[in-house]
């Protein structure tokens, strides 16, 4: 039986799911004014949702049950991931590694044989996401949300383009990084225990994914060729007028791609990448004319909803494990598709590596379920509150429709579950 601890942090923990799709009627409450209008933006932040309840059950254990206890229960938990994402977005969106990405993105661009608004627009959706294999997912994020707001979303007017290439993104990104053991914070969370490497990530997710990463990017590419031609004069009007500003020197790159090389290598080691993180501040202060405002503000919001997530997703174990343990193989995909939805799949992942007894083909199942279904929601992946951090600005009313979300990525969805679903070597 549960303990009343465990069942409260349920219930709030499906509150806070709901929440996440209520955010709309908050930012309209906080749009009418009033003298609780701050309170009702505070509550239309989708990144304030998860820490905000997660505050509320810390609260709850420490009146009704314990301090001891809710202390106890605080220092068990694991920050190491919203502290990571945190780091990484600040450095990743730096404005050197940004101008590097975008040279990269150009040079790759011009070798593919389409008009250059597609070539451009498919290679951010694709090789983008791919990258996240080597760099981390939430780096990729950073990076691929960063250009597409500045080259498309600014000056785009049709929502329904805004929709299908966040919805693109947020999968593309979610199966991109399985070419490694390293990358995505599902596999990660189960690499050890399952005793898989890079090598088996890329022969048996590595392939599946890349394919269908490439299939959603030609397809969302195709579909959307009027909204690019229409947005390709201001994205040329961008890269113009940022060819104009004086170019960073090569050594200030140089040194930028060494703290997030660093960052990455350390990404087991808050202490080290939090103290390369001070340092990091400490050197763009002193370089302070090649730089853009550091992305302190979102980058903390993002890691407050990830540490909100891991709170609350703590005491899930109970229900969620059992459910996991009692599913075949195939029927495992598509309920870890559809849990990892409403839950984190690195935390899904990891509760299912609890389970005793599993088989590689159960195995398989469960982490490409998992990666499969992290771009439904914002609550999905945890690299997606930062893409969803960069671009919320550039939607109508600065707020996303999270059912809108949910049907942009379904069609991704289920191409990257067909290409799982392939044949596996396990029997």
Known sequence: M????????????AIAVIHTFSVPVFARLADRGGSHSGLWHLLSEV?????????????YIATFIGLDTAIEYMNTRNFTEPAFVFVI??????????????KIVNVLAAIVPLRREYAMFFIIMSAVPLAGSLITEPAAMTLAALMIRDRYFENATRESFKYLTLGVLFVNISIGGVLTAYAAPPVLMVA?????DTMFMFTHFGWRAATAVIINAALLTFISRESLVASGASALEAEQAKAERSSVPLGVIAIHLLFLLGVVLSAH????????????????QAYSVHQNPLMI???????????????????????????????????????ATALTAITDNAALTYLGSLVEGTGELW?????????????????????NPAGFSILK?????????????????????????????LPTSFV
């Open 2 to 13: 549960p303990s009343t601890m465990e069942v409260t942090a349920s219930v709030l923990f």
């Open 393 to 421: 600005g550039t939607f109508a009313n600065g707020a996303i429709s999270p059912l809108r979300l949910l049907g942009s990525a379904a069609v991704p969805t289920i191409i990257a579950a067909v290409m799982f679903l």
């Open 89 to 102: 977005m600040v450095v990743a969106a730096s404005r050197p590694i940004l101008e590097l990405v975008s």
């Open 192 to 196: 050890q225990t399952f005793n898989w």
């Open 47 to 59: 990144e304030a949702v998860f820490g905000v309840w997660a505050c509320i059950l810390v609260v």
């Open 297 to 335: 503000r979102e980058g903390l919001m993002v890691g407050f909803f990830l540490a909100g997530l891991v709170v609350l997703g703590g005491l899930q174990k109970w229900w969620l494990q059992d459910l996991l343990g009692g599913l075949s193989p195939a029927v495992l995909f598509w309920g």
């Open 269 to 284: 080691y808050p202490i080290i990448f939090l103290a390369l993180l001070m340092l990091f501040v400490g050197y763009t």
């Open 363 to 383: 195995r398989y199942m469960l982490v490409a379920g998992a990666v499969t279904g992290g771009g439904l929601t914002v609550i999905a992946n945890a690299p």
